[in-house]
């Protein structure tokens, strides 16, 4: 009993590093895309996902009876979540829109990671030693690292799109009288005008 309850008492500092996976995939996306995310957003997104990940943890140390395994498997969501888009990205580059990159294999993929990863965590005894130390480690060094690349190397580069000219080409009617003269500009994956303004320094009012 006091076993149990000092297992369920230290799976959260054991597992520091599910936590951490979050800041980077956030620290990275921001300085890859040069996204401004704001505080409160940020805060969001770190509330909602800490609490859902400690739920799975919960969840899974209720089934598996350990903190490391509880941990583990929890990890390996985050990082299915978290890498999914990249992952559907890169496939997608590299087999031309082929099959493998299609939403009902990965999908599959996934699924399939996931049920694998439990069946060997329930069959396994007891993780190595010393394996949620190694984990916090490497995933510490890996959010230092990441940040460090990202700061020095796109962090302070900045376009200015200022001095940027835009011509809007002239719209003329569709001759025909039985035509409609009605034309639908779609903006699609286009930025807003505060992410323009703070970003880059443009304002494209006119459009």
Request: hydrophobic residues 50%.
């Amino acid at each position: 009993m006091k076993n149990s309850i000092r297992q369920r008492g230290s799976f959260l500092s054991s597992g520091i590093y599910v936590y951490l996976l979050l800041l980077i995939f956030l620290s990275n996306r921001a300085f890859q895309f040069q996204e401004d995310i704001a505080p409160i957003n940020f805060l969001y997104c770190l509330a909602i996902y800490w609490a859902g990940t400690f739920l799975f943890q919960l969840g899974f140390f209720r089934i598996f009876k350990n903190d490391q395994k509880a941990n583990f498997m929890t990890s390996v969501l985050m990082v299915i979540n978290f890498s999914f888009g990249t992952i559907k990205e890169y496939l997608e580059d590299v087999s031309n829109n082929g099959w493998i990159s299609k939403y009902s294999f990965l999908f599959t993929a996934s699924l399939l990671l996931m049920v694998i990863s439990f069946v060997k965590l329930y069959k396994v005894r007891k993780m190595p030693e010393n394996w949620s130390k190694w984990a916090n480690l490497i995933v510490i060094s890996s959010l230092v690292i990441s940040n460090l690349f990202w700061y020095f190397s796109l962090g302070k580069k900045e376009t200015d799109f200022s001095d940027l000219k835009i011509s809007f080409p002239e719209i003329k009617p569709i001759a025909e009288a039985s035509s409609p003269d009605v034309f639908i500009i779609v903006a699609d994956g286009y930025a807003g005008r505060s992410e323009l303004n703070n970003l880059f320094h443009f304002k494209n009012d006119p459009f």
